[in-house]
């Protein structure tokens, strides 16, 4: 029979020298499990460990060259003093006609999924794939042999793990649809007595490489081999975590000392990270075989050390300084995923009165510290544990003080009344950062900034409506200034001449001047007009809602015409400066409109001709329309009903 599919587990034995106890951890050759040959998959069980053994460096090769070079199934009972028994075969339905190995089990024990040749045979391709059967313990027998629902024929499906709870369930396979028909990640949930459909682990984890030996942690931390580049060589232990939304994201490399340029698989890890087993064919000098199971250990060697915040010049200690430390690098990546809350995440202290700070530092791993502090330049640097000295030394941060700190506060005035200007828009720019920070003057024109630098440059801008917008400066005012005083700056506003345009009002259905109030209102607009050679002006023609709107149109037209005629002919404007328009009923300046009751009063609002300024060059002058809202109008009718 051909060898079925090389990719899981044929082993290419590198020879290597590992030193042990690097970072912190320590790795044990458990000599009284290992053979000759290949000794993997190991999983707690119990008061021991189940792994997975062969006579043949040539697992995936069925049928062996001996009979008996299949793997099994084993269990080994650790004993008080760490040491490991006899190992000894799994009794019951598995251990059968072909390999079985890498098994998974429930909460109690008493269930097992494990990994298996298809006992149907090859393939189309002509190969024995794996599948994925579960067993159940009865007394000391393991029965009830089962295949798990989502095995195929065609593909493999291998390498089973289990969470702690037993209801999630990864395993390596490659189905049609798998990364480059690589062996990839799946999962499945245990939902209502039955496995779930089995979902990709997704690009985030799974490659065009292969991905192989999944373990789950007590906290479904994803520990996995797989052959990607970026490894040591071979397989490499890698790392994933399920997010808050159910995607794996990956962590990244475990690195070594558990990585080397061989092949490293079956990676377990134990009471939060502290300890575990893990499979290699490292080829130590105490290696048994070409794949040997191996004990871990990992002290993370953590100590706490002494921060002191003083001042630079002065060397005194400075009380209620922040010191935001976060680590950026780890030693080790189990540092990363298991250790507590003082050195895998961000803590702000603050200084006691002693002027200190204690914190637990891991060897090997690295620290950004950003301290602060009132009236202080804050200091920002990266430690590496090993730079703490040992307590009660303490770790010295000197700060810079910042020289001079003022209160700033900006009066906005009337020039050259001197009246505040309230409400005004202020605007303060740091010419050396280029901050800018916009403030509203109060109701006696002052705002104000609790603290600026006197050692920087300022521009202050004012504005407000119907004002000269104006800008002070401030050039280096450092020692000018004393720490802590309050500095006060006055910016003056010119203000503008506003000159009113007022509406002409016309009698109902009427665009003759009338003289009681058009004549001295158009008289006015003259004179304006004669005072401001520059100022050209718009007449809009209004009329109310009564008439069709093509007659109310003409209407508005001729009132516009009407008012141009009286300024040409009576008061001698230049025709050139006067525009015309006309707008007939559509602009209302009250609900006067089709079929709406209005008194008379209300109807003359709407009977106008409206002044704007159209353009002019004059400084200094804003040309406003008075609104007519503003207005007090009679009418030339009583008030009657449309």
């Known amino acids: 029979m051909k060898n079925i599919k090389p990719l899981l587990l044929l082993f290419t034995l590198v020879l290597s020298f590992q030193l042990f106890g690097q970072q912190g951890v320590e790795l044990k050759n458990i000599k009284e499990i290992n053979g000759s040959q290949l ?14 053994t062969s006579k043949s460096n040539r697992f995936l090769q069925c049928p062996p060259e001996k009979p008996d070079d299949y793997t099994d199934l084993k269990f080994s009972e650790k004993k008080d003093d760490g040491s490991f028994t006899k190992p000894v075969s799994l009794s019951g339905k598995v251990n059968g006609k072909y390999n079985d190995g890498n098994a998974a089990f429930n909460p109690t024990g008493d269930k097992m999924i494990f990994t298996r040749n298809n006992l149907e045979g090859k393939n189309a391709q002509g190969i024995i794939d794996l599948k994925l059967y579960s067993a ?41 649809g798998s990364t480059e028909n690589s062996m990839d990640l799946y999962w499945a949930k245990w939902e209502n007595g039955v496995w779930s459909i089995p979902t990709n682990l997704g690009l985030g984890v799974n490659t065009n490489a292969n991905e ?130 003082k050195v895998a995440k961000n803590e702000v202290l603050t200084t006691d009165k ?31 544990a090993e730079q703490f000295p040992e307590s009660p030394t303490p770790y010295i941060i000197p700060l810079e003080r910042e020289i001079c700190l003022v209160k700033m506060v900006i ?20 010419k050396k950062t280029g901050k ?15 603290q600026v630098e006197c050692d920087h440059d ?79 002006v718009r007449l809009g023609g209004n009329t109310d809602s009564r008439g069709t709107n093509k007659y109310n149109e003409r209407l508005g037209v001729n009132r516009a015409r009407s008012a141009k005629d009286y300024l040409v002919r009576k008061k001698k404007v230049n025709k050139d400066r006067i525009l015309t328009e006309a707008f007939g009923e559509t602009r209302p300046v009250n609900n006067c409109t089709d079929e709406v009751y209005c008194p008379e009063t209300d109807h003359q609002l709407n009977r106008r001709v409206d002044v704007t300024a159209e353009r002019h060059n004059e ?24």
């Open 212 to 341: 192989l030996f999944p373990f789950l942690d007590e906290n479904n931390t994803l520990f996995f081999s797989s052959d990607r580049p970026g490894g040591s060589g071979g397989l490499d232990i890698w790392v994933a975590e399920m997010d808050a939304s159910g995607q794996w994201q990956m962590v990244g490399n475990l690195g070594a000392p558990f990585n080397q340029s061989g092949d490293d698989v079956s990676f377990v890890s134990l009471n939060g990270g502290t300890e575990g087993y893990i499979a290699s064919d490292r080829g130590h000098q105490d290696a048994k075989g070409k794949d040997d199971i191996y004990l871990w250990k990992y002290d993370p060697q953590p100590r706490d050390v002494i921060i002191a915040v003083e001042d630079k010049e002065t060397k005194e200690r400075l009380v209620g300084a922040t010191v935001d430390i976060t680590p950026v690098e780890y030693g080790n990546m189990l540092d990363k995923i298991y250790s507590g809350p």
């Open 136 to 176: 159940d313990l009865e007394g000391d027998k393991w029965t009830n042999v089962t295949e798990l629902p989502f095995n195929s024929d065609d593909w493999s499906t291998c390498h089973p793990a289990l969470s702690k709870d037993g209801t999630l369930l990864v395993f390596s396979s490659n189905p049609p």
């Open 39 to 52: 000794d993997f998959s190991p999983i707690p069980y119990k008061n021991g460990v189940i792994f997975t």
């Open 354 to 384: 002693n002027g200190l700070v204690t914190y637990s530092v891991r060897k090997g791993n690295k620290y950004a510290i950003v301290t602060n502090k009132a009236e202080y330049k804050p200091d920002k640097r990266e430690v590496m």
């Open 458 to 536: 300022y521009e202050i801008t004012g504005k407000k409506e119907n004002y000269y917008p104006n800008t002070v400066r401030i050039t280096n005012p450092k020692g000018k200034f004393k720490h802590g005083e309050e500095v006060r700056v006055k910016v003056p506003l010119k203000p503008l001449q506003v000159v009113m345009l007022e509406p002409i009002f016309f009698d109902f259905d009427k665009y003759y001047i009338r003289k009681r109030d058009a004549q001295p209102t158009l008289d006015n607009l003259a004179d304006i007009m004669n005072q401001y050679p520059s100022l050209v």
């Open 436 to 450: 800018v920070i916009n403030l509203k003057s109060d109701a006696n024109g002052e705002a104000f900034i609790a």
């Open 619 to 642: 400084q200094g002058v804003v040309f406003k329309t008075r609104p007519v809202s503003e207005m007090h109008v009679e009418s030339d009718r009583k008030d009657r009903k449309k």
């Open 411 to 430: 009066e906005v005035v009337e020039d050259p009344s001197g009246n505040k200007i309230s409400l005004a828009d202020i605007t303060v720019t740091d």
